[in-house]
């Protein structure tokens, strides 16, 4: 199935900050999550996928249609949550519902009053006189209900209180089983990652570390508790603490173990925190 | 025209948001005006040259400034300098071309009802103006005006496209701007040996059909150019 959103060799520098080369591709019924320490350039990702910003090289097709091209009309399958949401300070929930549903022609009004109800959303007030967990909860309920084929959430649950979280959690998980659609999700919280991401594009420093398949990433990585630890390298060692040894390639150090008798006395699967940490260590 | 239907409907979300404000705002400028044009005998008389900066102003600047602040042109992130609107539409499905003809709409709705109502209250107060213009030459004066008013006064519509200005060089380019309109006035005074808006009148009354030609396709013109480099600064501009 071709992909719905195909970025090659994209770079744009910004002051001292060089992103890229990126390449990545979005296909459809799957959730990618961008991970990335602080300022890896994920907003700005997500930004240059919505024509926001220029790219110094690199291509970015939206759809077949080239993002930064003449034809805008793909922006009718994209809804796009901003970190820092810009320009609807002086609007009451109503306006903007109002607003942003007559722009898209599958607009679910029922999930927009069920995302209300659930968020317990004061819709007669202005945005910008909400609290930042409230103002996120109104940004997510005129987002999902959208109902286009691609979301861009940019960091979607950091306000959000810990029912909430879950509620939309649900909510996104019902969305995406509904129709056939795809979500590029950037998060810090890895209960996010966990529960959600079938990929994760890990950044570091504007530069692309890796795409992953989350559970073939889970799998790749593994702590043993040794009897002894081996003086030199382990094939696959990604770090040693004492009596453990953390691999990256589980099948070459099981090996090494077998072959030079280092009894395993246990050993365990990585959780994502653990893995996301040392790859942008 | 249904580019120009939806920039209509964008924009009526702006205009109703703060209309209260915008209409005390206007009564308030409305009444000072009134006030102030009633000393437009004097200028009239003895060349008071507060007048050609007041009507400058009005034409030019003015419209930007009655906008609500929350709408004006604000610092974001870094050296990012532009108009909230034009971030929040862009991340929705509005085509640039939309969006620049929503900005269009909101800032004519901040120019021409104020301008037109002091060139109206002009007729009204003063009578030296009353004697000295007929209905053609008045015509032609309003022309001129509105003229001057797209010409030079959407500059600062386009200018809301806005892009990432270094602050130490806008200030600097203000205040070349600000030298550089007291320079072209002065330049103005010592060549013509009248006011700006003395000399506006002159033209109405001496060639009003020639005036109304040359206001309408400056008008025209300046409507369509200024759009365009709205377009190429909004594609040229980061918005990050």
Known sequence: MPSWIEINGLQKSLDDFQLGPISLAIEPGTITALVGNNGSGKSTLLKLVM????????????????????DESWKQKLAFHPQKIIGWDAYTGTTLK??????????????????????????????????????????LALALPRNTEVLILDEPTAFLDIPSKRHFMDLLIDWMDAKERAVIITSHQTDDLRKLADYIFVMRDGKAIGHYEKEALLE?????????????????EMSRDRQQIISGDPAATEHYFAVQNITVIDHAALDLEEIIDLLLK | MHTWKQAAWLAGFELKARIKRSLLMLAFYTIVGFIFLTSFDNYLADNFYAFDLLFLLLFIMFPAWMKPKIFQMQKMDGDLWTVPAVIMLQQLPVPKAVIVKSRFIIHSVYSFPYQLMLLVMLLVVSSSFREM?????????????????VALGFAMAASEAGGTFDTKLLAKSMIYLVLGVAVFYAAFQWLADEGLIYWTIGMAQNWPMLSIGVSLLTIYAGWNYWQRVMKKDIEKADYL
């Open chain 2, 133 to 149: 213009i007929t209905p053609l030459s008045y015509t032609a004066f309003v022309a001129i005006w509105l003229a001057v008013s």
């Open chain 1, 220 to 236: 790749s990585y593994r702590r043993y508790w040794l009897d002894r630890l081996p003086d030199g390298s382990v094939p696959g």
């Open chain 1, 98 to 139: 109002e607003m942003i549903s007559s722009l898209y022609g599958e607009w679910d009004e029922a999930l927009f009053e069920r995302m209300v109800g659930l968020f317990d959303i004061p819709l007669d007030k202005r945005f910008g006189k909400l609290s930042q967990g409230m103002q996120q909860k109104l940004s």
């Open chain 1, 51 to 70: 024509n926001l910003a220029n790219a110094d090289a690199g291509t970015i097709e939206v759809f077949g249609e080239t993002a930064a091209g003449k």
